[in-house]
């Protein structure tokens, strides 16, 4: 019997799919909503054809007018529950990307519609997959809107699309489940997992800067110094100059560090012999997160791509981007 359930509930989850095209934007209404009563619901269903029944059997007045009111209050409460979802809207805002087995935060924007002077109450969403108790319950305000946060975890790198919701609302008596099915079209930039701890990065590379990177000789007066610093060295202080400071009041003056050359680092592709593909991916995605915290000018050697050298936040991104697309 579970078996069957799992195979009749895979199908018509199946069938609803095929049903809904994918898109950041949906309007709810009478083509795409579906109801159904609820566990209790059913009992309440037993429970007036009992006391029909009894009625019946007994010529109780009493009984067919209780009977007759609860079935009124239980339809007149289907087409609220119904009407609960009817009209409202859902917008998905962009999803930024995220790492291999972290949850990717998803913004949903449920918008009550226009012109209307009614609440929404307990409305709830979920993703497909997750478990019953992993509702998120909210309310929208009439003629106004109301935003929330929910997430998932994607387990592979690459372009993944974003699963299904369900948004259902059980409003007012719990008697029925109203619901509906949305498929966002966007999907979200997984990158790889970053190895952890992360390795020592590779060793750096110097740029030829000239002749005139080593250090440089005083050739004035003010040549090559600064005004002292809370915390100079005691050895980069001009003492010559100190005595005449002094006399003068004048501030103190230290001298420049030497000019040092930059230094180049190169991630490469090669560097990570030993691993397969995924574990080399998550190396070289450890590292480029180390040579960004570390303010590093870096650039990235893989077979057949190669990104260029640069810093940044754009930069890094960058690299992330050709890791989590790679093939």
């Known amino acids: 019997m579970p078996k069957l359930l799992t195979l009749l509930q895979w199908r018509f989850e199946a069938w609803i799919d095929s049903r809904h095209q994918r898109t950041d934007t949906q309007q709810l209404n009478h083509r795409n909503v579906y109801i159904l009563p609820t566990q209790a619901g059913l009992m309440f269903g037993l429970t007036l054809a009992i006391l029909l029944l009894t009625s019946i059997n007994y010529q109780l007045n009493l009984g067919y ?22 009209g409202l809207s859902l917008h998905l805002r962009p999803v930024a990307p995220t790492f291999a087995n972290r949850t990717a935060p998803l913004q949903v924007v449920v918008q009550s519609p226009a012109g209307h002077t009614r609440d929404r109450y307990g409305i709830g969403l979920r993703l497909s997959g ?9 309310n929208v305000p009439a003629d ?24 259902e609302t059980r409003f007012p008596f719990g008697l029925f489940r109203a619901w509906s099915v949305w498929r966002p079209a966007s999907g979200v930039l997984v990158y790889p997992e970053p190895e952890h701890p992360a390795p020592p990065l590779p060793p750096l590379q110097s740029v030829a800067a000239g002749t005139g990177a080593g250090p ?16 100079d060295p005691l050895k980069t202080i001009v003492w ?9 009041g004048t501030e103190l003056v230290s001298r420049d560090r030497p000019p040092t050359a930059p230094a180049e680092l190169w991630l490469d592709w090669q560097a990570c012999t030993g691993l397969d593909i995924e574990a ?7 590292w480029v997160n180390c040579a960004h915290r570390s303010e590093l000018l870096f650039g990235l050697l893989m077979p057949h791509t190669q990104l260029a050298m640069g810093s940044g936040e754009s930069h890094r991104q960058a690299a992330l981007r050709v890791l989590a697309l790679w093939s």
């Open 130 to 138: 997750a478990p019953i108790n992993g509702i998120t319950w909210i």
């Open 65 to 86: 007018a209780l009977t007759f009111l609860l079935l009124g209050c239980a339809l007149v409460s289907m087409h609220m529950t119904h009407y609960n979802l009817h």
């Open 216 to 231: 440089q000789q005083e050739r004035g007066e003010w040549d090559g110094v600064r005004s002292y610093l809370r915390g």
């Open 144 to 167: 106004d809107m109301a935003e929330i946060a929910l997430g998932f975890v994607p387990t592979v790198r690459g372009h993944q699309p974003i699963p299904s919701w369900t948004i």
């Open 240 to 248: 010559k100059k100190a005595a005449q400071a002094m006399a003068c």
């Open 280 to 286: 080399r991916l998550s190396r070289l995605c450890a």
